[in-house]
Structure formats: C-alpha cells, structure tokens
C-alpha cells in the first residue's frame, strides 16, 4: 500500500509515446521529480513524495521503457533530447510554467538538457549521483577490468553481465546483480528487493533500445560547456560509496555548476532510497531557498509559565495497545499531575482516546494509515506479518518524517512511543534528529521466521534483528528507556538468528522490565454473577464470547465460530454468544444464528471477556492476557504466517499455562464445537493459570516519571 495516493494522474502523448505522471499536493512552488534510467520507474521517489507534498506541488513521471508509460522498440526513442523533451511535455500538460526539477544518476543528464535549452522554466536542480561523460569514467571497483558490450564474452562474473548478450539471456540476472551495486549499504535488503522488483517491470529487448540510443552529450567538453551554461541554483547529493558512479564525478560536477554539495559518507549509489530523512531535509531546504514559503506564526513560552507536555505515540496496529498506554498514562497522571499529554496516533485507535477525553495532536489526522495498510496484507486468517511490516517503509518514512516536524512546531519535555516502530528506526538512522528524553515499550522484541519452507523470510528477519542490534548498541543512548512489558522469561528462548545473540539474553541487557500491563485489576472482576448482572447475561446460561482484535484477518475466524456455535447449540441449546467483530468488520456481514448476538466494536470489552464461561479468540497479545488475568478458559487461534502470533504469544501464553491452541487450517466446524463443548465442561473447576504480576501500569509509570524527573 502507498503512502499517498496521487492527487491527479494522467498520460501525455510526446511524439507517439505515451508518459505517464502524477501530480502529489498543492503547494505553491512545483518540484518535477524526474525519471532515471528505464531500469526503473518513478516509484524511486516514493520516500520523497508523500513528505515533499505535505508543501509543495510534486509532480512525478515514469520514464519511456518502464511503469506505466510505453516501451517504444526504436533507439531513437530513448535518445537524451527524447527524455529531455518528455519534462516539456508533462509541464505542459499539468499547466506547470516552471518547476524545480530533481534528477537522480542520468536524470541529471535530461534536466541539464532542458535546463539549458529553456532556463525560464527551472527554477532549481537537485542532481543525486549525477552521470556526464566527464572522467573518471568508472568507479574504482569497475575500472580495474572492462568489458565489451557487444562482445560474446567466456564469463558472466561481476560486470561482464553489463552485456548484450546476458542481457538477452538471464535479464534478472542482469539486474539482480546492478541493484546489487546500488544498494551496497549494509542491510540495505529493502531498497534492494525494491530496485529488482522495478528492474523486472522492463526486459531485455526495451534496455537494448535505449543502450543503442544515439548520445546527444557525446564527450567532456559538451558536458563542461552544459554544466558552466547552467543559470539557475544546483544541489548535488552523492554517496562517497558509489559503484555506479565515481563520487569524484559528483564533486566535479558540482564545481562545474556553482553548486552546493552534500556527501553522503558512506552512502552507495541511491541515498534518496536508502538515507531519506537527510536527503528530503536538503532538498526541502534547497527549495525553501528558491521560493519561500509562507511564514509560520510561531509561538514561544516562557519557562516559568510552561506547562510539562508529554507525546506519546500510541500504535494503531490493534486495540490492545492503546488500552495499556491509557492505564500506563493515568498511572503516570497520578504521580506528575501537571503533566499535559499529546496523543500522536491514528484510527481507530484516535476513537477510543477521544471517548476518554484525551488529546490527540491535530496533525495526527495527516498520518498515512498503518492500520489499513495491514488490512489490505490480511485474508483467510493468514497475515504475512513480517513481509508486510517491511512493505510499509514508505509509510514508516511519511509517518516519522511527519513526527518530525511537529515536534520542532511544540516543544515536548519527552516522548513515549508503544512499539513506535518507524520513529525508532529512523531515530536511529539519524540520531541528530533526536531533541527530546524518548522511552520506547514493546511487548514483543524482534522478528522471527514463520514459514520454514521460505528461506528468505529467515534471512531477512536475521537481517532486520541484527540491524535493530547494531544500532541500539552503536547508539545506547537515544533511547533514554527501553521498557519490555512483562518479564523476560515471557520472551521465547531462541536467538535472533545464526551468529546473532539470544532474545532473553541480550533483552535483559539493553530493556527494563515491568510487568504485563492489564487495562484493569483482575480482582475487581471475580464476581462473575454480579458482572453478569450488571452487562445483563443471564446468570445460568453458558456465555461464549468470540472476538478477534477488530481487524479484517478475523472475519474467516467468525465465520468458522458462527458454523460450530450453531452446532453447539444444537447439543446445548441455551448456550449463548456474545460475536465481536470489532471497528473494521460489519457484523451484519455474518450469519445470523439463534442465541447469538452480533457487535461491532464493544468499549471494554475485557469485562465481557472477564464473565464469560468460555472465549473464542484470534492469537492477539492483548485479549488473550485478558483472559489470562481474568482467569478465564479459552480457544486461540494464531494468524497463519504472523511471527508474533506464532512465536512470542504462543510462548507467552504457555508461560501462563494459557489456553487451547488450535490451528485454523486444520480445524471444522465441528472440530471447534466438539472444543468449546470440552472447554465449558471444564469452566466451573478453574483453568489453574499462573497469575499475572500486579502493579505493571504503576512499575511503568514510576520509571517514566523518574525519567521526566531527572532522577
């Protein structure tokens, strides 16, 4: 799922080729954001869009040979003054008389050329990794040995695959290899699954079409004499790693040109993909120096009469978190009453704090939405937790870089984050960003593979946890306290991955410890008959209650418990249930079935939970500690391919010799009665759980206000 949607989309036709584009925002100054070499499409951009049209027009293109434009099988096509012409062609059709433009590798090479030929219509170029014919002509690793294009080589190794033959045999050879050389930055497997993925929207015959295209800045001297013609302002970005284009090749380009230099030390090829909160700082900046944008009314209050102010950051996946940020909250209240809180968070998350009278900053509303976006990864109880975790990168990048700007618009005497994932990991990424004490909770640390057949996904979560690792032991303060809810044993015995330490072990080092945090307190609910009465069960008929955290991924679920609640009933006619579907399903969606009654989003629905004799639950953390603390028997049923489900609350669960755990795949409709049936017979003797610690909110709270007290 994308960040943002684009505000209007079209095709230009220039000389029988159809270029297609989109147009981000509304701001006053427009940025053309242009295509590179057709070995990819304009979705490069995508960590630059959603941020840059938060303030200005941006209008992005895929170039001729890949996305969504034509694939033209003439060389001429895709000679430079064809690509030039195409940033004329779409000005022209988006009523754009001028523009900033941004060129990443040849894309430099198009803007220059228009740029020249029509400086009334630049105002600005933002050239990353440009590419000339200007010495040195290869970087050092590709120097050391040549090869002919056209020549029916004896090796495949390395750059011979820079070759017209290759090329026709194994394309994704070709091009798992050159992304390879782009995204080179240690755990880069992200940018680099992207780049081949883009690669593979071209083939062999198109890129032989633009290889054979004729050069209209054939040498040195043409490419000097372009660059000093330049009238308008020029911002180079570069990676002093790059393999693809000399770095040197940057920095004399950027003296050519008059312009402002920024280097990426240790950055590869594509830095705007791989280090987007730098890159967008500058070209944002660089804008800014063209035309200004409107001031701001800033507002600055004096010490003496400032009010303590807190940002917590609460995560819309599933409800569960927002109940305990809420209990931690006014634990938190109650120790440091003048503390003032602003919730940073998203729906359907935002309807639950305002029904608590909380506040919920404004420009929470212009987040990209997480929640839908694991909506749209969720079907048949199967949810590929991991792969879309990483799927929503561009979605981490808007959301912190939008965190980011609010919290220089208000000052916060600190920032609480409940698995705050995304302003984690690009704190870490750019640790200067940090200006505020910041604690971070999780319940769940690190990532583990789910599927056994699917190597990658081992790899890449290895990946992933040693990346997490790196950095929080490179940078061991910017995370003021790292707070794990529950107790350490709770975390599965397991490591991280080959070569990688033990989770236990290395959590114990680097996290505090409270316990798990329960939205109330277990022995205000066993009464049973009193809750009862007073949610109106009646007393002495067997109550299930079915829930399954809300999201879209349960509703197969609920249909499997409609089929085996009916057949309960047919051996238990007055059993009754209570059917949750939660805010995102529509329970009239879901059978009707007498004794049953259907809701959608039910407020605390742990009380429900807490006087029911037996509960029918997905593998969420959440509702199933609720059961545990209400020491109520259940029937869980972890989500296909979740690795938190599948690992960390299963082994949680089993910590507290919790629950029946049943596989949805291999369970009928019968299967589930025949279980609710045992379970209900079992009710009346207790289920013998380990209790839950008391006092997590209360721990919680005293080491976050021990922090915001400097103590």
């Known amino acids: 799922m994308r960040a943002r949607l684009p505000d209007e989309s079209g095709y230009v036709v220039n000389s029988g080729v159809r270029i297609h584009y ?204 372009l660059c000093r013609s330049l009238t308008c302002p020029v911002l180079v970005i570069g990676g002093d790693q790059d393999k693809i284009v000399p770095p040197e090749r940057a920095r004399r380009i950027a003296e050519l040109t008059s312009a402002e230099l920024l280097v990426i030390e240790g950055g590869g090829h594509a830095p705007h993909v791989r280090y987007p909160v730098a890159v967008n700082h500058a070209i944002r900046d660089f804008a800014d120096g063209l035309v200004p944008r409107p001031r701001k009314q800033a507002r600055w209050q004096a010490t003496d009469s400032r009010r303590r102010r807190a940002l917590w950051i609460s995560s819309p996946i599933g409800l569960g978190h927002v109940q305990r940020d809420l209990a931690i909250a006014r634990a938190v209240r109650k120790r440091m009453p003048d503390l003032e809180i602003h919730w940073w968070a998203q729906p359907p998350v935002t309807d639950v704090l305002a029904g608590a009278g909380e506040i919920i900053h404004p420009a929470s509303s212009e987040m990209a939405s997480e929640s839908a976006h694991w909506e749209s990864e969720a079907r048949d109880h199967d949810l ?131 316990p798990y945090v329960l939205p109330f307190s277990p022995g205000a609910y066993r009464d049973r008959a009193r809750l009862r009465r007073r949610l109106g069960y009646p007393e002495d008929q067997p109550l299930l209650v079915a829930a399954v955290g809300g999201t879209t991924a349960g509703a197969s679920l609920l249909e499997l418990t409609c089929d085996a609640f009916a057949r309960l009933r047919k051996q238990l006619p007055e059993a009754r249930m209570l059917l949750v579907t939660g805010p995102r399903l529509d329970p009239r969606l879901l059978p009707d079935t007498e004794g049953m009654d259907k809701r959608g989003y039910v407020p605390d629905l742990f009380e429900h939970l807490a006087c029911a004799d037996v509960a029918v639950v997905q593998g969420g953390l959440s509702t199933t500690m609720e059961l545990v603390g209400a020491g109520r028997p259940f029937i869980y049923f972890p989500l296909r391919r979740h690795w938190e489900q599948q690992h960390f609350v299963t082994h949680r669960l089993s910590h507290y010799r919790a629950g029946l755990r049943m596989d949805y795949a291999m369970t009928t409709a019968e299967d589930l009665a025949t279980a609710m049936r045992t379970a209900l017979a079992q009710a009346s003797t207790g289920p013998g759980y380990r209790p839950v610690p008391p006092g997590g909110a209360s721990r919680a709270a005293a080491q976050i206000t021990a922090l915001l007290a400097g103590r």
Request: aromatic share 14%; net charge negative.
């Open 22 to 225: 989109e147009v981000h925002g509304t701001g006053q100054q427009t940025l053309l954001l242009l295509p590179t070499w057709a070995i990819v499409d304009s979705r490069h951009w995508k960590m630059q869009v959603p941020f840059l049209a938060r303030n200005y027009r941006v209008i992005t293109f895929d170039p001729r040979g890949n996305g969504r434009s034509d694939r033209p099988r003439d060389p001429a096509a895709y000679a430079e003054t064809a690509f030039a012409s195409d940033i004329r062609a779409v000005l022209d059709a988006t009523g754009t008389e001028r523009a900033m433009l941004a060129g990443f590798c040849t894309g430099f090479t198009w803007a220059l050329l228009f740029a020249t030929a029509e400086p009334q219509r630049v105002t600005g170029i933002v050239a990353i990794a440009p590419t000339l014919p200007i010495p040195p002509v290869d970087p050092w690793e590709r120097s050391e040995i040549s090869f002919d294009f056209d020549a029916i080589l004896d090796t495949t190794e390395g750059w011979a695959k820079e070759n017209r033959h290759y090329w026709r045999r194994d394309w994704q050879g070709y091009v798992e290899f050159f992304m390879s050389q782009i995204a080179t930055e240690p755990h880069s497997t992200k940018p680099y699954d992207d780049l081949v993925e883009w690669g593979m929207q071209t083939d062999a015959d198109t890129m032989l079409c633009d290889a054979d295209a004729p050069r209209q800045i054939a040498d040195e001297a043409e490419a000097t004499r």
């Open 384 to 514: 590929p937790a991991f792969y879309a975790f990483r799927r929503m990168d561009e979605i981490f990048c808007a959301n912190y870089l939008l965190f980011d700007d609010i919290v220089r618009d208000t000052s916060y005497d600190l920032w609480v984050g409940d698995e705050c994932w995304e302003i984690d990991y690009f704190l870490h990424e750019n640790p200067e960003r940090k200006i505020a004490p910041y604690v971070f909770m999780t319940d769940v640390i690190g990532f583990l593979p789910t599927d056994p057949g699917d190597s990658r996904e081992a790899e890449l979560c290895t990946d992933y946890n040693a990346d997490s690792i790196e950095k929080r032991e490179r940078f061991p303060q910017l995370r003021d306290l790292s707070m794990f809810i529950g107790s350490f044993e709770e975390l599965p015995d397991r490591s991280f991955g080959p070569g990688l330490p033990g989770i236990r072990s290395w959590s114990r080092r680097w996290f505090s410890s409270v």
